[in-house]
């Protein structure tokens, strides 16, 4: 079992290692009540810690063959057959410190790493061929989900008993928010440090392989959400090992991950390894990369770019499709666009101008980021049903034009003509458009049942590919708030400081800034699961359920084309009418009223029928109009 780090700041490196006093456990099984962690990974360490010199490899690596001579002389049995706990001493200097590539922290972010073997991992998916029989994630139906508040015991093995929900839903891919190793029990995974590392509150690596088999089993996805744009505050050492940060750039978490300065390689490296890890050694069908355009790069050939080659050539090896999902604000095709023509070959991106659209469209809010989606103050759609039009039909609103929010031009335009739509993801909500919100609110807190159906129609329909926010889909009544649980009381108070001032400089009263250290903060952020049968939240959930289920019969497999949509809008009379008509295909319009009163929407098209209403003894369709009632959608086809 040899260990490696990269050190090239030291001149002497040492491992200090151990053996746990339990050996023999069940690696990552959770207590039969799913209270914490196994008790096993709690213990103090068993064995009096030892410490041998590491060998020098050149270019800054080192390298520990396992325990040495005189150690086995003494009884113990050789690092190939045990599970080690061990840290690395650099120069002496103490505490010791975790393993950068660490792919288990049992104790701890502050802790002794422990030695983990994903070929003791037992898979049943051997005949997997990747989300959708093969096709990949772009066109499936997303569900964005994070493990410590999905369920009330917050832990992977919890996870996988609702996981039929999901198959029942239609969902096609679980994207799973961060589990990388953090500071303290719960949070909401940004500020991990072990990158490698599976957060063993949720169950360790073993849990989350459990889960991923589990849901490919059931014919699901799994997408990972990865962060290589920073580490968090508490636990971070890879400044100690070596250049993994340069003050040549900034990010709004302080100097940037080096991707284009000296040593540059070996943390681009350490970044491309991460990745592949996943998807390889986890079985991972996707990755969800946060925030990109946070990774500073201006090597000739991004970071990006070289990702996207490399789990390309992976997936050609593993005969599986592999996706790479970018978060970026950039509002730049060049993301999605193949290596092989320039650009930076993610699969898709995030595009948070149709959340934007669609929020300001259903709830009238239009302050900060909101504004320029409200339309009007000079800009050429002259209010928010304008603006949701041109977002989809043109992909972005922001492609080229001057943003407000930013005091600049932003973005570029999509070729509606050529882009395969589905590179786009499309949303109602995200847990940062909900979590960020001062109480974590979400949109049905915000409007009536039937606003939210009329939104959900526009994305899950559209040839974009659509992601629900969990507990979306039958409108939960808990709200999904900003929690942490840092173990280093100085950074918890920073965080309550800064969060309470964020509000306040927008009028807000501190007072109600719920505390993120607070146990009850993440505890109101559970979804109830006992609301999805009571009536109210049954309907929304059957409108989800049908309007996948319609998705899949009308949209089918395959690229699509923004160039095939047409939204006529009406802002006096508050209807929408958005029409998908490729050629050759079932052609749909989601119709809606978003006035009070009922209303007569004309279709784009004579005949058709009615194939979904919110309200469907008040629809009606007369030759060339639809009549709805006020707050209310209906999709016909042709």
Known sequence: MPI????????????????????????????????????????????????????????????????????ESEGTPTASDLVLDYAFVLDGAEPPVPDPRSAWQPHGVHAPSRTFDPATLTWTDGDWRGPRDGQGVLGGVVYELHIGTFTARGTFDAAIERLDHLVDLGVDVVNVMPIAAFDGRWGWGYDGVGLYAVHDPYGGPAAFARFVDACHARGLGVCLDVVHNHLGASGNYLARFGPYFTTAHSTPWGPAVNLDQ???????????????????????????????????????????????????????HLARPLDLIAESDLNDVDMITPTAQGGRGMSAQWDDDIHHALHVTLTGESHGYYTDFAGGAGRD???????????????????????????????????????????????????????????????????????????????LLA???????????????????????????????AVRAGRRAEFASHGWSTADVPDPQSPATREASVLAWGEVDEAGHRRLLD???????????????????????RVDVDEAARTVVTLHAPAGRTASAVVLNLADDPADVPLPRSGGRVALAWDPEGTTLTTDAVRLPGGSAAVVLW
Not at 543 to 565: E, F, K, Q, S
Request: contains cysteine.
């Open 4 to 71: 490696e780090v990269w050190a090239p700041k030291a001149e002497h490196v040492e491992i200090e290692w151990s053996v746990p006093e339990s050996t023999n456990r069940s690696l990552g099984v959770q207590p039969a009540d799913g209270a914490g962690v196994p008790e096993s990974t709690n213990r103090s360490l068993g064995v009096q810690p030892r410490r041998e010199s590491m060998t020098a490899l050149g270019d800054g690596w080192w390298r520990w063959d396992g325990p040495s001579t005189a150690s």
């Open 262 to 316: 000296d040593h540059a390689d070996h943390v681009r490296g350490f970044i491309v390894d991460n990745a592949l890890r996943w998807l390889r050694d986890f079985h991972v069908d996707a990755l969800r990369l946060d925030a990109v355009h946070e990774l500073r790069d201006a090597s000739p050939r991004h970071l990006l770019a070289d990702l996207s080659d490399a789990v390309a050539a992976l997936a050609e």
């Open 381 to 459: 759609e002259a209010g928010p049903l304008a603006v949701l039009a041109k977002v989809l039909t043109c992909g972005f609103l922001h492609d080229g034009s001057h943003s407000s929010f930013r005091g600049r031009p932003w973005g570029q335009p999509v070729d509606t003509e050529h882009v395969d739509a589905r590179r786009l993801l499309g949303y109602l909500q995200t847990h940062d458009q909900v979590g960020n919100r001062m109480t974590g609110d979400r949109i049905s807190a915000v409007v009536p049942p039937g606003l939210q159906a009329a939104g959900a129609a526009l994305y």
């Open 463 to 493: 040839p974009t590919t659509p992601m629900i926010f969990m507990g979306e889909e039958w409108g939960a009544s808990t709200p999904w708030q900003y929690f942490t649980s840092f173990t280093d009381e100085a950074l918890a108070d």
């Open 543 to 565: 409108w989800y359920r049908a309007c996948i289920a319609l998705r899949r019969r009308v949209i089918g497999a395959g690229p699509t084309r923004l160039a095939d949509v």
